[in-house]
């Protein structure tokens, strides 16, 4: 079945135009025939090779967005003017951007590179960090904390230690350089992940209302310049490698991998921010995928005019490099800007205090065209809105798969890998020492060590808790919460209810430590968009994201859809990562997620229900089980507890506060008790005898819209009165006991600190190295 096209300009192709040039590469650049058809029609012409190069970077799937756009808008349409009120700027531009009040406002953005960074970890980690941080910076917005999300193949697979220790370092690098702390993030092993690891970055910035930009060209006679590093030959082609899916021994095309340079985006985000704070650029774009082809085409057609762009005037740093090659470089630490004549001086003189290369490459006109000419030969002569605006709109066939069926048949309870599960105390005991240990659940330290958590000097939280906390103003400490997450396997399962969990987790995660939810940035990750089934979990998926944020009330602010994730016809499992964003009057009041010696005496409280919910749980994948459907989602009462928790946190009647997802009570219970070795004792049997359930089901479901929470004992009567006032369950169903140093579960076992964290804390390091 082919696919079907919404986009008026495509349904008039003029074949009359000619059969397509066999001499022209257009197949290679990754253009259908139709597309190259349409090229013709819209120059009226053979393209030029530069031409050509252009569209077939813009109209990539990884910039175009061509096979997801008729997905994605429901994200708009589905956004209630209640949902907006705290939003600046939205989806469309480089980054959303939200108001936190008193004339503050933030804006965050997640993006992926996986193609790079499977091809080279290191830099290809690295540059996504650099890359996101740029967009940041093109908002006006000084960059304030980064976090990542990292997909990786089995943990002793031969190659996964080569992804894991390049991505970790990359990230590290890069950030540590930047002096931008790591706030937030998570790493998950599976070996649908081995061939096509998942590197996402995010960023986020703060900027105060009159210093929002946007990236367009307007204003005739007004100046272009591209300044930063020189271009050269990495990352020709990046945006159509990352548009195709990986092949048996690697990328079916592997430009050189972009690399990065910290030490000279540094100098470029203090340059930028002196030139916003001196109001010397009327528009300014990052060149991220796509490079200047991006560039000036988006922002010629952002603008009210066209564009002529002198090519020769590029400064190199390799020599050789064609016309087309320089369009499509993706070089790093590179931006564009608009200035007017007035300020031209004063910006090559902070251009000079800073160090910083520049060239003056053209001028906003009024011809409506975007003109670029290369030693005196026109070589681009176009509409620039049919180049940024204007690519195929494809609506991909896609079905539920005749699979699905069977797979969400195939429940844990029903498998051979459900039967004889752990019941005595001992076999408890056993299987959550075993949970501990396993990767996925295992201490993060070895990650979180090489990575700068604190610098800045404004990190109010950072890992080991549910969300990272930064602060925003110094005055009134008001700050904001982020948390990155998403479970692939119940997307998997069931890619709308999937989608919806995975927002819940993040908004809880962000409201377990005590900030009130604003808004989401989404990284989705799929397989070929070619493939029905994969079209049809991304379909879902998208759904699923817009409802679940219609129902919490906070809208989508951007994002980044990547595409073709698979290794010959073997698609990753889809994994829409969520970041959320939350505000705090006064990050005093975020609330860690762990326990302290000080914390002696205080009453724990299980918030929320607990079902037999154990398909794609932790527990099943530790048995090489993964079928069923997910947890149910219930986002009212998710909106519910993250009110309970943000008003508990506000009005200081906590000490700690965890979600409970991956993991269940067992992962919780163990992520508290284990950082600072403060030993807990529980009483099960309040948990299994409410909710009408066993021991191991109370200790290992994935049951949602949970959470497990430290109350001191002066505060308990209050705490106690808030949750019935909310009709929220509240269940007492143990106590810190910091001197036991131990997690005790009455009746049925005692795991010292010292036996859960010998696997738990040697997971990674022994697999990674020290």
Request: glycine content about 10%.
């Amino acid at each position: 079945m082919e696919s079907s096209v919404n986009n008026e300009q495509l349904d008039t192709v003029d074949y009359a135009a000619g059969t397509p040039d066999q001499d022209q590469p257009w197949a290679a650049l990754g253009l259908n025939e139709q597309e190259y058809q349409r090229i013709r029609r819209i120059v009226g012409r053979r393209p030029t090779e530069a031409e050509l190069a252009m569209y077939s970077s813009m109209w990539s799937e990884h910039t175009s967005y061509k096979s997801s756009k008729v997905h994605l808008k429901q994200f708009g349409q589905k956004t209630t003017e209640e949902m907006q009120k705290h939003m600046l700027v939205g989806l469309g531009e480089n980054a959303g951007v939200v108001d936190l009040g008193d004339g503050w406002a933030v804006t965050f953005k997640v993006e992926s590179h996986n193609s790079p960074s499977y091809l080279e970890p290191f830099q290809g980690a690295a540059t996504g960090i650099g890359g996101v941080v740029r967009d940041i910076i093109s908002m006006g917005a000084r960059p304030v904390a980064v976090l990542d999300a990292l997909r990786v193949g089995h943990e002793d697979h031969e190659d996964t230690a080569r992804i894991v220790k390049g991505a970790v370092a990359g990230v590290g690098h890069y950030g540590n350089i930047l002096g931008v702390p790591n706030i937030a993030g998570e790493t998950d092993f599976d070996p649908v992940f081995q061939g096509n690891p998942l590197v996402n970055a995010g960023a986020v910035g703060v900027l105060r209302h009159e210093d929002l930009r946007l990236a367009q060209a307007s204003g005739a006679g007004n100046k272009i310049v591209l300044f930063g590093a020189r271009t050269g030959g990495d990352g020709i082609g990046g945006a159509a490698m990352s548009s195709a899916s990986f092949d048996d021994e690697g990328a079916t095309n592997t430009p050189v991998v972009q690399a990065g340079d910290p030490l000279q985006e540094n100098v470029i985000i203090e340059a930028t921010l002196e030139l916003f704070s001196k109001s010397l650029v009327e528009g300014i774009q990052d060149l991220g995928a796509a490079g200047i082809a991006c560039a000036t085409s988006e922002l010629a057609a952002s603008g009210d005019g066209g564009m002529h762009i002198e090519l020769t005037n590029v400064l190199l740093r390799d020599e050789g490099l064609s016309a087309g090659d320089i369009l499509m470089a993706e070089s790093q630490e590179r931006m564009m800007a608009v200035v007017t004549p007035d300020n031209t001086d004063a910006f090559e003189h902070i251009m000079h205090n800073y160090g910083v290369e520049y060239s003056w490459l053209g001028e906003v006109n009024d011809s409506g065209r975007l003109t670029i000419d290369w030693n005196g030969e026109r070589i681009v002569d176009v509409d620039p809105v049919t180049v940024a605006d204007d690519s195929p709109v494809y609506e991909r066939p896609y079905a539920r798969p005749a699979s699905q069926d069977a797979l969400q048949a195939d429940t844990f309870r029903g498998s051979a890998a459900g039967t004889n599960l752990p019941s005595t105390g001992d076999e408890l005991k056993a299987a959550v020492v075993e949970l501990m240990s396993s990767v996925n659940m295992a201490d993060r330290s070895w990650i979180s060590s090489q990575t700068d958590t604190s610098v800045g000097g404004n990190t109010r939280q950072g890992a080991p808790n549910d969300s990272g906390v930064i602060r925003v103003d110094e005055e009134t400490g008001m700050g904001i919460g982020l948390a990155i997450d998403c479970n692939s396997r119940y997307v998997y399962l069931d890619p709308y209810q999937g989608a919806q969990l995975a927002v819940a987790e993040s908004y809880r995660n962000v409201a377990t430590s005590g900030a009130t939810p604003l808004g989401i940035s989404d990284g989705l990750n799929f397989g070929s968009p070619e493939n029905p089934d994969v079209m049809w979990q991304f379909a879902e998926s998208t759904r699923g994201i817009a409802d679940a944020c219609q129902e919490l009330g906070i809208p989508v602010t951007g994002g980044n859809v990547s595409l073709y994730n698979q290794t010959v016809d073997t698609p990753i499992h889809p994994t829409p990562m969520i970041v959320t964003l939350g505000r705090y009057d006064d990050v005093a009041t975020a609330v860690p997620s762990w326990l302290h010696p000080s914390f002696n005496g205080s009453a724990l409280y299980l918030l929320g229900e607990t079902f037999d919910e154990l398909d794609g749980s932790q527990f099943a994948h530790l048995r090489g089980h993964l079928g069923g459907t997910p947890p149910k989602v219930d986002l009212a009462q998710e909106a519910r507890l993250a009110g309970l928790l943000a008003n508990a946190s506000r009005t200081h009647m906590l000490d700690a506060a965890h979600d409970l997802s991956e993991g269940g009570l067992a992962g919780a219970l163990a992520d508290m008790v284990l950082p600072a070795g403060v030993g807990v004792r529980v009483n099960l049997e309040y948990v299994t005898e409410r909710d009408n359930i066993d021991a191991f089901t109370a200790l290992f479901s994935e049951s949602q819209a949970r959470a497990i929470v430290a109350v001191p004992l002066s505060e308990e009567v209050r705490f106690r009165g808030i949750a019935e006032s909310r009709g929220y369950p509240a269940l007492r169903i143990g106590v810190v006991d910091a001197d036991s140093e131990s997690l005790e579960v009455q009746d049925l076992f005692s795991a010292s600190i010292t036996e859960l964290r010998e696997g738990w804390a040697s997971a990674l390091p022994q697999r990674f190295g020290n």
